[in-house]
C-alpha cells in the first residue's frame, strides 16, 4: 500500500507542535488528520479508523494513555504512538503495557525519528494483515487435506483423484521458468510427490519425494507432505530473506527428516529439493538420498549434478549440503524418482545410469519427449511410481 493511502490521526494540545507534524507527514507522503484533544481524536478515530494514531502523552481532559486504551479497544491491532515531552519511566512501562508501537520524546529534533518510527509500525500493521490472511488459507488448505484423507480412506481409486488434485499444475509458465511433471502410479495411490512454489515473485522452491512402499501408507505420508510443505512456505522464515532463501533446501530437508522421526509413520523417503532465484537464475539444491540424480540438459547435452546426502526419516541429527549452479537461458533440469530404473534396459545401476543420460542428451527436455524416448506410455503396471519433473530456462523469445 502507498503512503499517500495511509491515514493517519495525530492528537495533541499543541497547536504549533500539532501543526508542525502534520505538515512534515505530509511532506512525507502520507494522508493526515488532526485532533486537538483525546476526545476529538476519539471520535475522529471511530469516524475513519486511520491506519495508525500519533498522541500526545500529557493532554487536558483525556490523556494519551487513555486515548491508547481506547484506541486499542476499538481496534487492537491499529498502531498507537506516543510522544511525550516528560520521559518519565513509569510513562514509558504503562504505554508499552497498554500497547503503544514505539514511544518518543519531546522535542522532536529530527521529524525523520518519528517518519521512521511510523514506517516501521505500518510494516509490522502489514505483516500482521499477511500473517492473518496465510492463517486463513492454511486453515482453508487444511480443511481440504482432511477432506481428502476421508477421502483416500473410502476409496483408493478416488483417493488417487485427491493425489493428482494436490499435485501443482503442469505445465506452466513462472517467472520466465517452464515447468512440467508426470507422475505414473505403480497402483491407484503413489508414493512419489511433486510439488513446488511461488515466493515473494522471486524464488521457485520445489521438490520430489520418494516414499518408501506402495500404496495408501505411502500416498497418507504424500497427503501429509503437502500439508508440511505449504504451511513452511506460508508459514515459515525460509524466504524472509536472501540469506535466508538461499539455505531453503537444507531448512527444508532439516524439517522434513525431524517430523518424520517425531512421527508414528513409520515411512522414510527420499527428496530432491532446491530453489531457483529467478532474478540472478541460480539453482541451490539439496540431496536427501536421492537417485537417480537429476540432470542439466545444456546444448544438446545432459550432465548429472553432483551432490549427495542421507535420505530422510532413518537418521537423526543430519545435515545436507547446498549445491549452486547456473541455470543458463535453454538449459532444462529433469529429475527422476528412482521408480525409472526399474524400467530401463540395463541391468546394472552404473549402465543405467549411463543410458538414462544418453537418452536425455538427445531431446528436448520436455516431459513429452522423455515419455517417449523411454516408452513411458507403453508401460501397462509398472514396478515402482515413476515421477519425472522438468524445469526449463527458454531462451528469451521462444
Known amino acids: 500500500m502507498s503512503e499517500g493511502s495511509r491515514k493517519l490521526l495525530i492528537i495533541d494540545d499543541d497547536t504549533i507542535v500539532r501543526q508542525s507534524v502534520v505538515a512534515y507527514l505530509e511532506d512525507s507522503g502520507f494522508s493526515v488528520m488532526d485532533a486537538a484533544d483525546g476526545v476529538l481524536g476519539l471520535y ?17 481532559g483525556m490523556d494519551g494513555l487513555q486515548v491508547l486504551d481506547q484506541v486499542h479497544t476499538i481496534s487492537p491491532e491499529t498502531p498507537v504512538i506516543v510522544v511525550s515531552g516528560a520521559g518519565v519511566m513509569g510513562d514509558v512501562v504503562e504505554a508499552l503495557r497498554l500497547g503503544a508501537a514505539d514511544y518518543l520524546i519531546k522535542p522532536l529534533a529530527d521529524m525523520e525519528v518519528l517518519v521512521h518510527a511510523v514506517r516501521k509500525s505500518l510494516e509490522r500493521l502489514d505483516l500482521l494483515a499477511e500473517n492473518r490472511r496465510y492463517r486463513e488459507e492454511m486453515e482453508t488448505a487444511n480443511r481440504e487435506l482432511r477432506d481428502h484423507l476421508r477421502t483416500l480412506e473410502k476409496d483408493q481409486e478416488a483417493g488417487r483423484h485427491v493425489q493428482q488434485r494436490l499435485l501443482p499444475p ?5 517467472h520466465g521458468y ?3 511433471h508426470r507422475v505414473i502410479p505403480s497402483l491407484y495411490l503413489s508414493g512419489d510427490a511433486i510439488d513446488l512454489a511461488y515466493v515473494k515473485d522471486r524464488y521457485i ?3 520430489l519425494t520418494d516414499v518408501s512402499g506402495h500404496g495408501a501408507s505411502s500416498a497418507f505420508v504424500t497427503v501429509w507432505l503437502k500439508h508440511l510443505a505449504t504451511d513452511a512456505v506460508m508459514h515459515g522464515d525460509m524466504y524472509i530473506t536472501e540469506e535466508s532463501a538461499n539455505k531453503s533446501p537444507n531448512v527444508f530437508l532439516d524439517m522434513i527428516n525431524t517430523q518424520l522421526n517425531e512421527s508414528r509413520l513409520g515411512n522414510h523417503m527420499t527428496c530432491f529439493t532446491g530453489t531457483i532465484d529467478t532474478e540472478t537464475h541460480k539453482l541451490r539444491y539439496s540431496v536427501g538420498g536421492h537417485l537417480p540424480m537429476p540432470m542439466m540438459i545444456v546444448d544438446g547435452r545432459a550432465e548429472y549434478l553432483e551432490g549427495r546426502g542421507k535420505p530422510l526419516g532413518i537418521f537423526r541429527d543430519v ?3 547446498i549445491y549452486e549452479v547456473d541455470f543458463p537461458p535453454g538449459a532444462t533440469l529433469v529429475s527422476f524418482s528412482d521408480g525409472i530404473l526399474e524400467v530401463l534396459p540395463p541391468r ?10 544418453d537418452v536425455l542428451s538427445g531431446t528436448d527436455g ?14 501397462e503396471e509398472a514396478p515402482d511410481d515413476i515421477a519425472v519433473l522438468a524445469i526449463t530456462r527458454p531462451i528469451s523469445g521462444e
Open 44 to 60: 475522529l478515530f471511530r469516524e475513519t479508523i486511520p491506519d495508525l494514531v500519533i498522541t500526545d502523552l500529557r493532554m487536558p
Open 170 to 174: 503442469s505445465p506452466i509458465d513462472k
Open 178 to 180: 517452464h515447468i512440467e
Open 205 to 207: 522452491p520445489f521438490h
Open 319 to 321: 545435515s545436507w549440503e
Open 348 to 357: 546394472d545401476l552404473l549402465e543405467k545410469e549411463a543410458y538414462l543420460l
Open 366 to 379: 520436455s516431459v513429452a519427449a522423455i515419455s517417449e524416448m523411454l516408452s513411458l506410455d507403453q508401460i
